[in-house]
């Protein structure tokens, strides 16, 4: 059994969450990590997670950003309190950049844009620093994608509450629901 730099036990022995609303993909997600040795257990909700956590500890867990009632960002500091070596890789297909700034912020190791599967997470898991080499964008955002991330930036404010952040923004809880809906504008 090794140990890895954070006190938590690696391999075998490592305890990982994954916390997904997909069934599907909380089950593909769950057997590739069984057969890497790790004991998994799932959740598909906040409070189902934070309940599974109550009497059993975890030294590493996926997230998806986007689950029924609530944010994933709002596991993060829950999570960190229990265990503050827990490294955390939240997993999104509505990305965009002050989810990510909040979810490092908060205390994920790591942030990955959909399609992911267990070798990138694991791979995500095991990094320590960040990457100097990536590349800035080429061109400016569109207005439609800065209008994206305006949005997910006052939602990420407000925690995840969708009438606080509409109220902030100046427009009503359905309209900020509808276009939290659409797939996020291209670059």
Not at 41 to 63: M, T
Not at 151 to 162: K, Q, S, T, V
């Amino acid at each position: 059994m090794a140990i890895d730099g954070f006190g938590e036990q690696s391999g075998k022995e490592a305890g990982l969450l994954v916390v997904e609303d997909d069934p599907s993909h909380r089950s593909v997600l769950e057997r590739a990590f069984e057969k890497r040795g790790y004991r998994v257990k799932s959740a598909g909700s906040v409070p189902q997670a934070l309940e599974v956590l109550d009497d059993w500890p975890a030294g590493y867990a996926v997230i998806d950003l986007r689950l029924p009632g609530s944010s994933g960002l709002t596991l993060i500091p829950p999570l960190k309190l229990g265990n503050p070596g827990m490294r955390i890789v939240v997993m999104t297909g509505y990305g965009s950049i002050a989810t990510a700034v909040e979810a490092i912020k908060l205390g994920a190791v790591h942030y990955l844009a959909k399609p992911v599967d267990a070798d990138m997470i694991e791979r995500a898991f095991q990094r320590m620093q960040g990457d100097q080499s990536v590349t800035p964008l080429a061109q400016r955002l569109s207005v439609s994608r800065l209008a994206w991330e305006h949005i997910h930036g006052a939602l990420a404010d407000y925690g995840g509450n969708i009438s606080a952040a509409a109220r902030a923004l100046g427009m009503h809880r359905r309209t900020l629901q509808r276009k939290l809906a659409k797939y996020p504008a291209r670059t």
